[in-house]
Structures are given as structure tokens and as C-alpha cells.
């Protein structure tokens, strides 16, 4: 304090700022505090840090915290507009959790409420293997096509939908095509002698008196059907139609022979509710019918 | 205050110390919370350890950026709850180190991404994304079908062990061959995976070849282990799942 008493108040006559009065070479230092502005703000945004403290969930307290006065929980908020969501949907949701796909199918009111929906679920959920137009791939069956492996009605396509394919669910469906070669079921000569039969029997001129037609009657059409016809219901595909799932050159037939095939269709309940899955059901069991799902694409 | 700020420009000391209480101040708030830590992230009973096989997933995740542009953790949001599920909770993460949380989404978040899709889809996907996906934008990465290196799994998993994380010595010692074994179904090590790990891992040929233990097995096995470590999760939507 004494020192400061010994300081006269010197002014820059540049800006106008007062000097602290040291002086180093010639160079004095100006007090220039900080603006008011700033200071404000600062005062300003403290005070509301400690309105914010009362208010807001805000201090750690071991296995607890401070809740705030007005109790705000975020997790809560979002499953309560979770839940606000599915009331505001629920008018035409609700309904397809009745498994009478008949009647359902058949109301037109509910439908165009739904197969947008669906095909937004679909786009989310189903496109990434089956395809964007549900056209399959390599591995992933088309949809589109109308060759079933399981079945065309949608109570059966919401089982499926429900506990998927070869999936870890405990009532998953389960389809598998064994590894002839491999496993040394058949010979070589065997495998290739089914193999040309059965790409023969796609293109509709297969000799059923052939070597490969009783390799495959003995073999194949325990799952297959009598000379590919399929329709057995147990997920082994039509073999005398033009449809492939994992392709139809003889060397796709012959690594499918060879190795077996297992494909997976995940389980998804639990992951979609019940209604989602009935819906997704009606609106796959179309998805042949022309492009009339009535999504409106 | 102008009279303040004057002495504190002439005396230095006198700013030193200033400045050293408002740091303190501003240290303390931050850093204070995370002594109790512990006590704040409530581990629930179900919540298990990766299995080695799925740590080394991990590793590869991290090593190839995948965190860059993928987050795993579902916002507390409406919609996202109806599109990816039920939000995250930090005690999801309790064995994460570092977590991968993350809040840039180039692609789809991950956090509940196990057993949405198949391994073959996994597969197929990461070797070359536009063969499933038309319009993707995600890098291919087909150098993952690569033998995969056990050796440092035991060291790994004894470095989680520190930090709290409760492998077992059992664990720790066996990790190499657990991670074999989780990829051969039909192999004797595969009951002791389970036996170790629990009912709720799975084990299978992840890249679809029993013959060879791959990157590919590692990164699918962790994939399809995202979100299923507990179902803690679930229970904010008050809803049991299904498995």
C-alpha cells in the first residue's frame, strides 16, 4: 500500500489508460482491466451456473447425485416421447398384433397406414441383406421373386420373421443343406453327375432316367421334392425353376453340393414388437405381388 | 475491482497465486466426480467380460477406425430408442477401456448391433460393403480374412485384470486357446468358453471356415457381442427381452 502512495497516477496520452508506473526502458506498461462487459458476462453466467445446481440434476454424491428442483430425468423423458410415439401410432399399430392376417390384410384403411410404415422397417432392418428392392444376393434369398422356401402365407413369414433361420433362437426354424463332397456322401463322380441334373432340371429338359435323376431321387428329394419340385415346406428350395439363392452356373451348384449351405435369418423378436413383425409379415408376403405393398414406391 | 486488477499487474506473485486458486477451483469440479466413480456406475449382475476372441475383435475395430465413423451408444432420444433400441448406460461400458462411445455417425450407430444380422452378412459386408449394400460408403477391408494373432490375448487380458476388469487367472492363462476355441463349435475347448464366459456367447465358425482362426472371426465375434453383455439395458424400456 506504501508504494502505491508513492505512485502519482500517470496517463498514456495515446489511449488514455492509466500507467502501473513501471517503467522498462522507456517502455510503460498500461492498466488496461479487464472490460465490464466481461466481467458482467462472467458474473452473469456464475450466477446461473448456481440457479442451474438448484434446478438441474447436477453433483455427484457416491452412488447418488443431486436431482434439481424440477426432478428432470433425460433418460425418463426420452422413453416417456418413446411412448407418446407409439400411442400417437398405436390406432393402426395395435391392430396387427391380432395374428388374423386375413382380415387385417383386407382393411384398407389400416393397410395404408401400415405398408409405409412397414416399408421404412423393412428399409431399416431387412434391406441390408435382402436388398433395397428385396431382390436378394448372393447367399440372400430374393423376396421378390414368389419362390418360397417356407411358405408365401404370412403367418408363416411372421414365424420366420419371429425366430429367424439357423439363428440362436431356442424355436428358430432350421434348414440345412448337408456337405455332400465333404463329408463324403457322394463321390465326386456323384456330385457332378447331381450337379449337371439339377442344372438341367432348371432349364426343364432333365432326363429322369438319367445317372444324376436316381443320385437325386435317393439323395435330394427326401428335401427337394420328386425331381425338384419343392413344396414340402421345410425350407429346401425348388430346384426346377430358374430361382437360385446361392447361383445357378454348375459351379455354384458344385460348391453348394460340396460344402452344404446353413444361411442364418436372424431372430428378431425382441428387437421388433410383435405388431412390427405381423406387419413386416404382410408387407413381405406382397413384395411379389407386382410392387402392390402399397408403399407407395 | 479497478484497484484489484492494479495490484495484481504489479505484483506478480499476488497473480501467481490468483491464478493457481481459480485453476484449483475449476480442477476440483472436474476432476472431483471421478473419485467416486466406482460407486456412481452401479455394474449390473448379468454384465460379462468379452471373451478373448471378441477382445481381439476389438482390437481390430479400433486398429482399423471403425469408431471414426460408427458410434456405439444410443442417445437418450424417442427415436432413437424406436430406430436402434433402448438408450446406452454407462455401465454398459464399465469393461471398456477406452470406451467407444463416440458421437460422429459417418454409418448406423453399433451399440445394439448383436445378432441383427448374420455372420455370413458380416462377411460378405466387411470384404466388400457395396456387394450388400449398393450405396455404401464404408471402406472394404478384405485383408481381415488374415490369420489371427493370439499371442498377446493372455497379456491383454492380464492388463484388463488391473484395471478392474474380472478375468480370472483361469482366464488369463487360457485366453489364446479360448479364442480358438470359441470358433470351433465342435472342438473340447469350446465347453470351457462357455464354462468361463457364460451361456450367453456365442460360439461358431464366425467367418463360416472351422479350419482357420481369422481376423474376420475376431471382428464378427465382437460385432455380434454388441449390446448382448447385458440386458440391464432393456429394463429402462421395462420390457424383458426375448433372449
Redo the contacts between chains.
Sequence with gaps: MS??SHHEVEIDPITGH?T???DWNGIR?L?T??PRMV?WALSLAFAYSVVAWVLLPA?????D?TRGLLGLD??R???E??R??EQARADWVVPFASADFASLATNPGLMARAMPAAARLFA??C???H??EATG????PSLADGAWLWSADPAAIAETLRYGINS??TDTRFSQMPAFGRDGLLTREQVAAVADYVLALSSGNADPDSHGAAIFAENCSACHGDAGSGGLGIGAPVLADDHWIYGGTRDDILATLGGGRQ?????W???LSPAEINMLAIYVSRLNDGGNAGDGR | MLRLHYNLEKLSMGLVVGIIVAASIGGAVEIAPLFTIDETVAIPDDLRPQTPLELAGREIFIREGCYACHSQMVRHLADEIDRYGPYSLAAESAYDHPMLWGSKRTGPDLARLGGKYSDAWHVAHLINPRAVAPTSIMPAYPWLTARLDTDILSAELATLALLGVPYSEDMVANAGRDALAQSRPDSDGAANVTERYGETVAIRAFDGDTSRLTEMDALVAYLQSLGTLTRAAYETLGQEAAR
Design positions: 508504494r502505491q492509466e502501473t508506473g513501471h506498461e492498466n482491466p479487464f466481467i453433483w455427484p454424491l457416491g452412488r447425485y433425460q433418460g423423458m426420452a422413453v416421447n418413446y407418446h410415439l431399416d432392418n434391406a441390408a441383406c436388398g433395397v444376393g448372393p447367399g440372400f440362436p433362437h444361411g442364418v435369418m436372424p431372430a423378436e425382441g428387437r
